[in-house]
């Protein structure tokens, strides 16, 4: 060892006498060639030695970073509050106090009072075992086809970490090698490599490395020991406590080469590797772990500063968030924890938010019983992330960046594509089973307790506030996964490629992220922007700001990529239109759950249910902020108890929310111009009439206001003793009038089941005075076609006769007559009565009825049905002619064939070819049979409706050889 040590020390006075110029080398040779190479290859020479070594750092910031007194790099990076005061994390192993500097040279020579010899030795030999018989030459080295490793992992790791994707990279760091090498020695540069390598676990440096892993002063280690971290230093994941076998399989190795550099004998290196080695007792893992925002902040912080270089120390992170807001959502969290366990409770005098939370009223959970809770408060003016807390059952902090089931959280966007397309709060949906999906009642209502019965007609208000999802799952059956996937990617969400929303009640959607989702909602409060920092220069990513800058000790800002952005993502109206709906805490059908957010100030609220019952979710903002609730990581087994994770966010939220409002004057949502308000029926949302049960004031974008009456309440006059619908012949002491729900075929199902009374589709056709003979009509008949000018017959008495008419109304129970024609002034005996014009009247049902005064002033009618019809057959001929030419098949048919439009009213069809009658068809279908004739023919199709109008179809064709 002495031998080697005193060739090390000559090599190094020998070396000093070169080392007066640090660029002495480089600049001789560049004179060399300089004064061989032509002009042009000069002016070339330094031009690209120019642009070679352009901001190439100074040698002296290593010194900086390195000092042992002030050097950055002895303290750890760390996360600060918004104002910058405030210690929020440092990037440290807990268990080490303070980072120590070991010295081992004094600029002259190599000396071990505080580094042992066989630290020295191993580290050379895990290295670069010749690295103090290496040229200080650039050039030499280049030559030589060799690397100069340890100044070069100093100039890579902490002078041109930046520089990655410089095109010179490789040269400029071997440039800068050399001007260390020949500004401070190789003795310095190995200090300052073990005194700033990185061993695993938060560990830098040599000395608490020694202290972290055995327990010991550097000093102290043995040669076995002093293997072991050497190869720590090259490996630091394959360390001695996170994994000890391929820890001692890499001590081996060093000590072996050791061996091969003659540092020792292989005896020795021998009973290294199989000597006992006693590690210092573990950390608990509950020590190293970072509070919930430290993943995200690291994470934005890595976009600008390589996280390795972050984490080596020396910098500090100004993040957004609030320190005050973090203790107080810290200890919240704290106080629901221990609710929840039913322990005992310490509301510390400093913890005002928690004792805003609502009374635990649920079932509590065993100690053993896992449980996650996060907070997150968002300002959507300007994208910052205020504060960020999460728990786990044992106290310990979760991570916020793990995307998580979002449940029904996500049904406001489904919603506000149907505002997009026309639709308005006040619009009718239908809560109603799905046959088609195996989907429970429960499923279908993950809000409710009660018994399971649907709610029918609903407006999208309600259908929204309370998680109904029936109507969601057929808006979203209407507007298709793709649609609803593109929205959700406006706000933020990050959605895989592919994924397929086809459901909302399935057992797993796609995760996202809790940050996301407050940022998504804030859209509404900041009136249909997305503010928050785009993720590149593109812009077509943006997420929540969680950092104002990065610094080092001297106040240079290292921020990068710090594009802030607010982008337009909806229109002012349509984000009007959400809030107004989830701030409405009248729409709730729980009052119980609607106490739990009325904070005695406008706030929207959105919860969220995922299948499984074992997390859940609440979002809600006011006009300032948004914050956000989580409660997960329940196992399956306690939802027996009755655990509604729903209820412990909903709680966080309301005491956070009320916590950090008290600074904000209460507003309410400002009205953008384009809405307007007007009564509406509920639930259909159109023009109220004197059968709606109920009348609301709703919001509507102007345009967008119903213009039509209701119509899903519809008042009919039936026979209350048939239940038939009322016509002309139903005596008038049996007519009624009752409302009936109109429901659409979709929902038949639930109306029987509900027991829903449906509207009669039959007429009461029965005529109680068809048997009298006496005063009658005979024509036209009764429920017969009538077309043009009808002559109307029938008999009227002479006993008691006054006066008569004859009238019309439309339909089979006419509100109004139109009299026909004059007075009947003399009673009739089966003669005509009048006559009827109907061209000009809309086809349709009409009601004919005669109307006789008697002298005891009673009034007698009679009354039939007919159908106006003055449109001629519609038809056209579906055999095919070949565009008239045929070809003759001797014994074959051609199959003549006419179609009608309505078939029904047909009374008869006639076929003639050659002027002579074929067939006549009387029903569907209308088809004769004609055996081929060779020549040309004439076919002609008469048709006679049942009303008397008449069409006819003339084709010719020839029947060719």
Same mark, same amino acid.
């Given at each position: ?24 080398? #480089? ?356 994208? %910052? ?64 307790? &009660? ?9 999208? &208000? ?123 805490? %009248? ?44 409660? /997960? ?200 009565? /009048? ?19 008697? %002298? ?8 039939? #049905? ?96």
């Amino acid at each position: 060892m002495g031998y080697q040590l005193h060739l090390l020390r000559f090599r190094k006075k020998r070396q000093a006498k070169s080392r007066s110029n640090p660029l002495g080398t #480089i600049g001789f040779l560049l004179a060399a060639v300089v004064s061989v190479l032509a002009s042009a290859g000069v002016i070339y020479g330094v031009s690209l030695y120019t642009e070679i070594t352009e901001d190439l750092p100074s040698p002296q910031e290593l010194e900086v970073l390195l000092d042992p007194i002030s050097g950055s790099l002895l303290e750890p990076s760390r996360i600060l509050d918004r104002d910058g005061v405030r210690v929020l994390w440092r990037f440290d192993n807990p268990a080490i106090a303070v980072r120590r500097y070991s010295a081992i040279t004094d600029g002259e020579t190599i000396f071990f009072s505080e580094v042992p010899e066989d630290l020295i030795l191993a580290t050379l030999a895990a290295v670069d075992p010749d690295y103090f018989q290496r040229s200080d030459s650039f050039w030499v080295n280049i030559l030589d086809g060799g690397e100069d490793p340890f100044p070069e992992i100093l100039v890579k790791e902490l002078l041109l970490w930046q520089e990655l994707d410089h095109p010179y990279y490789q040269i400029r760091t071997h440039l800068l090698a050399d001007q260390v090498i020949a500004t401070y020695g190789r003795e310095k540069i190995l200090e300052w490599y073990l005194n700033s390598a990185y061993y695993g676990n938060q560990i830098y440096g040599v000395a608490q490395a020694a202290e972290f892993y055995f327990g010991k002063d550097l000093g102290d280690l043995n040669l076995g020991e002093s293997a072991m971290l050497a190869a720590a230093a090259i490996f630091p994941a394959l360390n001695p406590q996170d994994a000890p076998v391929a820890a001692r399989e890499n001590q081996a190795e060093v000590l072996e080469h050791m061996a091969e550099a003659g540092f020792l004998s292989s005896g020795e290196a021998d009973r290294a590797a199989r000597a006992r080695l006693i590690y210092a007792d573990p950390e608990s893992d509950d020590d190293l772990s970072p509070p919930a925002f430290v993943s995200y902040v690291l994470a934005e912080a890595g976009e600008s500063i390589p996280e390795e270089r972050l984490l080596r120390g020396g910098l500090d992170i100004i993040s957004t968030l609030n320190g005050e807001l973090q203790d107080a959502l810290t200890c919240t969290l704290e106080i629901m924890r221990q609710r929840v366990y039913e322990q005992d409770l310490q509301l510390g005098s400093g913890c005002e938010a928690a004792r805003l939370l609502p009374r635990y009223s649920g079932p509590y959970l065993e100690l053993n019983d896992p449980l996650e809770m996060d907070l997150v408060v968002y300002d959507p003016f300007t994208g %910052e992330l205020l504060g960020m807390v999460g728990v786990t059952e044992s106290g310990d902090s979760a991570s916020l960046d793990k995307p998580r089931d979002p449940g029904t959280l996500i049904t406001p966007y489904l919603y506000l594509n149907s505002f997009t397309q026309g639709f308005e709060p006040a619009s009718l949906v239908w809560d109603i089973p799905l046959p088609e999906r195996d989907l429970t009642f429960t499923d279908l209502h993950p809000t409710t307790n &009660r018994e399971e019965e649907f709610l029918g007609p609903v407006n999208m &208000r309600t259908a929204l506030v309370n998680d109904l999802l029936s109507p969601a799952e057929q808006l979203l059956d209407t507007q298709g996964s793709p649609r609803f996937r593109s929205t959700l990617g406006l706000f933020g969400f990050s959605i895989p490629a592919g994924t397929n929303l086809t459901s909302l009640s399935a057992t797993e959607n796609s995760p996202l992220k809790m940050t996301d989702l407050l940022q998504g909602f804030g859209v509404f409060v900041n009136r249909g922007y997305l503010k928050g920092r785009a993720v590149d220069a593109t812009g077509l990513e943006i997420k929540p700001v969680g950092i104002l800058h990065i610094e080092d000790q001297a106040g240079l800002d290292y921020s990068q990529n710090n594009y802030l952005l607010e982008k337009k993502v909806i229109n002012e109206e349509l984000a009007y239109l959400v809030n107004h709906v989830l701030s409405d805490k %009248e729409a709730w059908l729980d009052p119980q759950t609607s106490d739990v957010f009325r904070i005695g100030r406008p706030a929207g609220v959105k919860t969220g249910y995922v299948p499984g019952g074992q997390s859940g979710w609440v979002i809600g903002y006011t006009p300032q902020i948004v914050v956000g609730a989580w409660t /997960g990581g329940l196992a399956p087994e306690v939802e027996r108890i009755g655990i509604d994770p729903v209820e412990i966010s909903a709680d966080l939220w309301r005491a956070v929310t009320q916590y950090v409002s008290q600074d904000f004057k209460a507003e309410e949502w400002e009205m953008p111009p384009g809405i307007i308000t007007q009564d509406v029926c509920y639930p259909s949302g159109d023009l109220p009439t004197e059968f709606c049960p109920r009348i609301v004031r709703e919001v509507f974008i102007q345009g967008n206001e119903p213009l039509g009456l209701d119509g899903l309440y519809q008042a009919l006059e039936v026979n209350r003793e048939t239940g038939l619908l009322a016509s002309v012949f139903t005596p008038a002491a049996q007519i009624e009038e009752r409302v009936y729900l109109n429901v659409p075929p979709l929902a038949d199902t639930w109306a029987e089941t509900a027991g829903i009374e449906v509207p009669p589709v039959l007429f009461d056709l029965q005529d109680a005075n068809q048997d009298d003979d006496a005063l009658r009509l005979t024509t036209p008949d009764n429920l017969s076609f009538v077309r043009g000018r009808v002559r109307i017959s029938g008999s009227i008495p002479e006993e008691g006769f006054v006066s008569a008419r004859l009238q019309y109304g439309i339909g089979l129970n006419p509100r109004s007559w139109l009299q026909i024609g004059e007075d009947i002034t003399s009673p009739a005996e089966n003669r005509s009565l /009048g006559t009827w014009d109907t061209s000009d009247l809309a086809e349709g049902i009409y009601a004919l009825q005669l109307v006789v005064i008697q %002298e005891s002033q009673q009034i007698q009618k009679r009354s039939l #049905i007919v159908s106006v019809d003055n449109t001629p057959p519609e038809f056209v001929l579906v055999t095919d002619l070949f565009d008239g030419k045929i070809t003759f098949q001797k014994g074959e048919d051609l199959l003549l064939e006419v179609q009608f439009t309505n078939p029904a009213e047909i009374e008869e069809v006639d076929f003639f070819m050659n002027d002579t009658l074929l067939a006549s068809r009387r029903i569907s279908p209308f088809i004769v049979p004609w055996q081929l004739v060779l020549g040309s023919h004439d076919l002609v199709v008469r048709a006679l409706d049942q009303a008397g109008n008449k069409a006819e179809l003339s084709v010719e064709f020839s029947v060719i050889q």
